[in-house]
């Protein structure tokens, strides 16, 4: 078979590149029902396990040395990101200044050429 030639097709068979039909409200409700399971399951294991390590002075302090031996081994990376972050952060500040005084500009603009007169 050449490259050109393409195998024909039958003509009752639905091609795949075919949108799926939209979910129906049963689908959507069951999915909503089941994520709602889901998050619920996992919000009361991370309370529990939570209040376990609390309760315990052992594994309280066996977390808060292993957060500043963590802390402490990466902060260099820890100073670099939070730096890094603070620079974007005021960039970004700026730009949004410069960004509604052209917002303010055009509206002043705007107002003085409606109310010129003709």
Do not use: C, W
Request: net charge positive; proline share 4%.
């Amino acid at each position: 078979m050449n490259d050109n030639e393409k195998p024909k097709k039958a003509h009752g068979h639905k091609s795949k590149l075919q949108k799926m039909a939209p979910p129906t409200r049963g689908e959507t409700l069951v999915k909503g029902v089941f994520m709602g399971i889901v998050i619920s399951g996992v919000t009361h294991a991370s309370k529990s396990i939570t209040s376990v390590l609390i309760k315990h002075p052992l594994a309280l302090f066996s977390g808060g040395l292993a957060a500043g031996y963590l802390t402490h081994k990466y902060r260099k990376e820890i100073i670099i990101v939070g730096s890094r972050t603070a620079k974007e952060s005021k960039n970004f500040l700026l730009r949004q200044r410069e960004n509604l005084m052209d917002l303010v500009a055009e509206s002043r603009e705007y107002v003085a050429e409606r109310d010129d007169p003709k």
